[in-house]
């Protein structure tokens, strides 16, 4: 699984802001309007279906706060591993 | 009424503990403990300080993995007595983390560790480390911070503001709030806020720091009202 982890749109994202203004419009990637940045956490997480996978997740990323709701919203999605 | 006591606590990471000590037991004699925070009892202080440093290595978020340690509950259980609490830069981040203080503190909007004084005014004086300041008054303290850019969502602040929550707010030289006096990005130039009863107190700036004039490019030792207001807080309701 991957939890997702992004500053909530009302609050600003400079790490996003100086990608964006410092390398995609000085690179020619004007047509990039809007980045944000966040971190990623990779979990193996033993379930017995994708979905209970997820819900896990969401869960121990609500109750132990690995995300701040204050702050931040969160992404749980199936981890696709590629070759 | 006894001797007044006070705990500062020690997480793994947190390095401003021998400095709050300092102040509070060398310069003002009050009766101050360092206790690792997996000793700590509640019952056993009239108030706890959190300092600064950098606990747990501000690992996933700072004050993040802090904010779970058992202590953690006998600090909320002293700010249900209505207890003073206080958490300073690391210890703030804490307690917002805890969730015994509104709003975030996010990485500062520069990106930078910032590292010089600044001035701070005092917003409000109902609170247990702030009555001693005349509200308006503004304080020399120093802050040193990665992350310290307060945010919460605009409906959050106005609550704050209606509730008197803002205890400090960053100002330049004439005691405005402008943009260029505001150091790291926060909402609305916040430096601390407070819980609604008034008794929990965080705020970025180090009043440990600035509590002798020794220590100070202003000769000052106005972090001392913050302890000051916190005695007198105790001793008024004992």
Same mark, same amino acid.
């Given at each position: 699984m991957e939890a997702v982890i992004r500053y909530k749109?009302?609050?600003?994202?400079?790490?996003?802001?100086?990608?964006?203004?410092? *390398? *995609? *419009?000085? +690179?020619?990637? +004007?047509?990039?309007?809007?980045?944000?940045?966040?971190?990623? *956490?990779?979990?193996?997480?033993?379930?017995?279906?994708?979905?209970?996978?997820?819900?896990?997740v969401e869960r121990a990323c609500n109750e132990l706060r690995i995300f701040n709701p204050v702050a931040h919203t969160l992404e749980v999605r199936v981890w696709e591993k590629s070759a | 009424m006894g001797e007044i006591r006070v705990a500062v606590l020690q997480f793994p990471g947190?390095?401003?503990?021998?400095? %709050?000590?300092?102040?509070?037991? #060398?310069?003002?004699?009050?009766?101050? /403990?360092?206790i690792w925070h997996t000793l700590f009892r509640g019952d056993r202080y009239d108030a706890v300080i959190l300092p600064g440093g950098f606990s747990y290595g501000d690992y996933l978020r700072a004050g993040a993995i802090a904010a779970h340690s058992p202590?953690?509950?006998? %600090? #909320?259980?002293? $700010?249900?007595?209505?207890?003073p609490v206080l958490g300073i830069c690391n210890g703030?981040?804490?307690?917002?983390?805890?969730?015994?203080?509104?709003?975030?503190l996010l990485p500062n909007d520069h990106l930078r560790f910032i590292c010089k004084w600044v001035r701070i005014r005092v917003e409000t004086t109902r609170t247990a480390f702030s009555n001693q300041c005349q509200?308006?008054? %503004?304080?020399?303290?120093?802050? $040193?911070?990665?992350?310290? #850019?307060?945010?919460?969502?605009? #409906?959050?602040?106005? /609550?704050?503001?209606?509730? /008197?929550?803002?205890?400090f707010r960053y100002v330049d030289e004439r005691g405005e709030p402008t943009p260029e006096a505001n150091p790291n990005g926060s909402v609305s130039n916040i430096a601390g806020v407070c819980n609604l009863e008034g008794n929990v107190v965080g705020l970025m700036p180090h009043p440990e720091?600035?509590?002798?004039?020794?220590?100070?490019?202003f000769n000052s030792n106005d972090g001392l009202l913050i302890f000051f207001s916190m005695l007198n807080y105790i001793s008024r309701k004992t």
């Open positions: 749109p009302a609050a600003r994202d400079p790490e996003a802001e100086v990608i964006r203004r410092d *390398l *995609l *419009l000085k +690179g020619g990637y +004007g047509m990039i309007k809007d980045v944000r940045s966040g971190k990623s *956490l990779r979990m193996i997480v033993e379930a017995s279906s994708p979905e209970e996978a997820k819900q896990i | 947190t390095n401003c503990d021998y400095d %709050v000590y300092h102040a509070l037991a #060398r310069v003002l004699g009050v009766h101050t /403990e360092l202590a953690m509950d006998q %600090v #909320r259980e002293m $700010a249900k007595e209505g207890k703030f981040q804490i307690l917002t983390e805890a969730e015994l203080l509104p709003g975030s509200k308006g008054q %503004v304080l020399h303290i120093p802050i $040193a911070h990665n992350e310290g #850019r307060f945010f919460v969502d605009d #409906r959050t602040l106005k /609550e704050l503001v209606e509730n /008197e929550q803002v205890v720091r600035a509590s002798e004039p020794i220590l100070s490019p």
